[in-house]
Protein backbone atom coordinates (compact mmCIF):
# COMPACT_ATOMS: atom_id res chain seq x y z
CA UNK A 1 0.00 0.00 0.00
CA UNK A 2 2.74 2.43 0.84
CA UNK A 3 4.12 1.81 -2.46
CA UNK A 4 1.44 2.63 -4.18
CA UNK A 5 1.05 6.24 -1.97
CA UNK A 6 4.73 6.99 -3.15
CA UNK A 7 3.80 6.33 -6.69
CA UNK A 8 1.71 9.33 -6.86
CA UNK A 9 4.17 12.07 -9.21
CA UNK A 10 3.30 14.88 -6.62
CA UNK A 11 5.79 14.28 -4.14
CA UNK A 12 3.58 12.51 -1.45
CA UNK A 13 3.68 13.40 2.16
CA UNK A 14 1.61 11.70 3.31
CA UNK A 15 -1.24 14.21 3.67
CA UNK A 16 -3.40 16.13 1.58
CA UNK A 17 -4.47 19.68 2.45
CA UNK A 18 -8.02 21.48 1.76
CA UNK A 19 -7.46 25.52 1.79
CA UNK A 20 -10.86 27.58 2.95
CA UNK A 21 -11.95 30.92 3.52
CA UNK A 22 -13.50 31.25 7.68
CA UNK A 23 -15.38 33.92 8.98
CA UNK A 24 -15.63 33.97 12.58
CA UNK A 25 -17.52 36.01 14.81
CA UNK A 26 -16.59 36.64 18.32
CA UNK A 27 -18.60 37.82 21.21
CA UNK A 28 -18.05 39.80 23.81
CA UNK A 29 -18.72 38.39 27.84
CA UNK A 30 -22.69 39.62 27.44
CA UNK A 31 -22.85 37.43 24.43
CA UNK A 32 -23.20 40.97 21.99
CA UNK A 33 -21.00 40.91 18.65
CA UNK A 34 -17.96 42.19 19.22
CA UNK A 35 -15.94 41.77 15.58
CA UNK A 36 -15.45 39.25 12.67
CA UNK A 37 -12.27 37.48 11.51
CA UNK A 38 -11.65 36.45 7.96
CA UNK A 39 -8.79 34.08 7.36
CA UNK A 40 -7.84 31.51 5.62
CA UNK A 41 -7.14 28.00 7.25
CA UNK A 42 -5.17 25.07 5.38
CA UNK A 43 -6.19 21.51 6.97
CA UNK A 44 -4.24 18.65 6.75
CA UNK A 45 -6.00 15.53 6.03
CA UNK A 46 -3.84 12.04 6.43
CA UNK A 47 -4.38 8.78 4.12
CA UNK A 48 -5.74 6.09 5.61
CA UNK A 49 -6.00 3.94 2.85
CA UNK A 50 -5.02 4.45 -1.26
CA UNK A 51 -6.76 2.81 -3.80
CA UNK A 52 -6.17 2.48 -7.61
CA UNK A 53 -9.31 4.90 -7.90
CA UNK A 54 -8.13 7.46 -4.95
CA UNK A 55 -7.37 7.75 -1.71
CA UNK A 56 -9.46 7.84 1.94
CA UNK A 57 -8.87 10.71 4.16
CA UNK A 58 -9.58 11.83 8.20
CA UNK A 59 -8.02 14.44 9.44
CA UNK A 60 -4.80 15.05 10.64
CA UNK A 61 -4.26 16.43 13.98
CA UNK A 62 -0.48 17.14 14.90
CA UNK A 63 2.50 16.56 13.38
CA UNK A 64 2.27 12.21 13.65
CA UNK A 65 4.07 10.38 11.07
CA UNK A 66 1.89 9.76 8.02
CA UNK A 67 2.43 5.95 8.79
CA UNK A 68 0.81 6.13 12.19
CA UNK A 69 -2.82 6.73 10.09
CA UNK A 70 -1.88 4.08 7.75
CA UNK A 71 -1.87 1.27 10.15
CA UNK A 72 -5.27 2.60 11.84
CA UNK A 73 -8.46 0.50 11.46
CA UNK A 74 -10.42 3.16 9.18
CA UNK A 75 -13.63 1.91 10.99
CA UNK A 76 -12.07 3.28 14.87
CA UNK A 77 -11.39 6.88 13.50
CA UNK A 78 -13.33 9.53 15.04
CA UNK A 79 -14.46 10.87 11.67
CA UNK A 80 -15.72 8.40 8.58
CA UNK A 81 -12.94 8.47 6.32
CA UNK A 82 -14.14 10.49 3.12
CA UNK A 83 -13.22 9.34 -0.10
CA UNK A 84 -11.36 11.68 -2.64
CA UNK A 85 -10.86 10.76 -6.40
CA UNK A 86 -7.03 11.16 -7.41
CA UNK A 87 -8.09 11.92 -11.07
CA UNK A 88 -11.24 14.33 -10.26
CA UNK A 89 -11.46 17.86 -11.61
CA UNK A 90 -13.76 19.20 -8.35
CA UNK A 91 -11.69 17.50 -5.26
CA UNK A 92 -12.35 17.81 -1.03
CA UNK A 93 -8.81 17.73 -0.76
CA UNK A 94 -5.48 17.87 -2.66
CA UNK A 95 -2.46 16.09 -2.91
CA UNK A 96 0.17 19.16 -2.12
CA UNK A 97 -0.61 22.53 -0.36
CA UNK A 98 -0.20 24.41 -3.07
CA UNK A 99 -2.50 22.80 -4.94
CA UNK A 100 -5.19 23.21 -2.36
CA UNK A 101 -4.57 27.07 -2.27
CA UNK A 102 -5.36 27.15 -6.17
CA UNK A 103 -7.73 25.26 -5.56
CA UNK A 104 -9.56 27.36 -2.90
CA UNK A 105 -8.87 30.32 -5.29
CA UNK A 106 -11.01 28.57 -7.88
CA UNK A 107 -13.74 27.88 -5.67
CA UNK A 108 -14.18 31.88 -4.68
CA UNK A 109 -13.76 33.07 -8.22
CA UNK A 110 -16.68 30.75 -8.58
CA UNK A 111 -18.40 32.28 -5.79
CA UNK A 112 -18.18 35.58 -7.23
CA UNK A 113 -19.23 34.93 -10.20
CA UNK A 114 -22.63 33.74 -8.94
CA UNK A 115 -23.07 36.33 -6.75
CA UNK A 116 -22.49 38.68 -9.54
CA UNK A 117 -24.59 36.88 -11.65
CA UNK A 118 -27.95 37.20 -8.59
CA UNK A 119 -26.77 40.96 -7.91
CA UNK A 120 -27.67 41.60 -11.82
CA UNK A 121 -30.62 39.73 -11.48
CA UNK A 122 -31.90 41.26 -8.54
CA UNK A 123 -31.25 44.63 -10.10
CA UNK A 124 -33.15 43.75 -13.06
CA UNK A 125 -36.18 42.69 -10.34
CA UNK A 126 -35.90 46.10 -8.66
CA UNK A 127 -36.04 47.84 -11.62
CA UNK A 128 -39.32 45.83 -13.19
CA UNK A 129 -40.53 47.10 -9.87
CA UNK A 130 -39.90 50.73 -10.18
CA UNK A 131 -41.15 50.48 -13.83
CA UNK A 132 -44.86 49.76 -12.50
CA UNK A 133 -44.45 52.98 -9.82
CA UNK A 134 -46.02 56.18 -11.72
CA UNK A 135 -44.55 58.21 -9.42
CA UNK A 136 -40.94 57.71 -10.09
CA UNK A 137 -41.30 56.92 -13.63
CA UNK A 138 -39.11 60.54 -14.60
CA UNK A 139 -36.11 58.99 -12.61
CA UNK A 140 -36.26 55.20 -14.48
CA UNK A 141 -33.47 56.47 -16.80
CA UNK A 142 -31.30 57.54 -13.98
CA UNK A 143 -32.02 54.62 -12.42
CA UNK A 144 -31.07 52.18 -15.17
CA UNK A 145 -28.06 53.87 -15.33
CA UNK A 146 -27.04 53.41 -12.17
CA UNK A 147 -27.91 49.98 -12.19
CA UNK A 148 -26.44 49.45 -15.39
CA UNK A 149 -29.41 47.97 -16.77
CA UNK A 150 -30.63 47.88 -20.89
CA UNK A 151 -33.85 47.93 -22.40
Given at each position: MKDLIKSYEHGFDGFWYRAE???YSVADEWGDHSHTTTRL?????????ATP???WLVPAYGEKDP???LKMDPGCQLFSPQ??????TKQFACP???TALADCLKRKERHIQGCQA???QAEQELFLILREMPWVADQIQTIKRT???ES
Open positions: IKRDVTKYAVVKKGVDYYFVRGEGTRERLRLRI
